[in-house]
């Protein structure tokens, strides 16, 4: 049995399996998706001094500048 508390809400919880809870540490996926709009609107952060972007990180590109766009598989 693994007994729990959701981080969002501090609800407990108790299952047989980490399978049987699929939000697992959430009790819900509302308190999933309440958890990761926390993130989006950066109301949780990593601790650590503030990185300054340059104008090449600002085009809010994630993936490298060679991608191009597309993936390519090695054989």
Same mark, same amino acid.
């Given at each position: 049995m693994i007994q729990g508390r959701c981080p969002t809400c501090s609800k407990p919880f108790?299952?047989?399996?980490?399978d049987d809870l699929p939000t697992f540490p959430f009790?819900?996926?509302r308190c999933r998706l309440v958890d990761l709009?926390?993130?989006?609107d950066e109301d949780y952060a990593i601790p650590g001094p503030p990185?300054?972007?340059?104008?090449? !990180?600002? !085009?809010g590109?994630?993936?490298?500048?060679?991608?191009?766009?597309r993936f390519d598989e090695e054989d």
């Open positions: 108790a299952v047989a399996s980490i009790c819900s996926e709009g926390r993130w989006i990185v300054e972007l340059g104008p090449e !990180d600002q !085009d590109s994630t993936r490298p500048p060679e991608a191009n766009g």
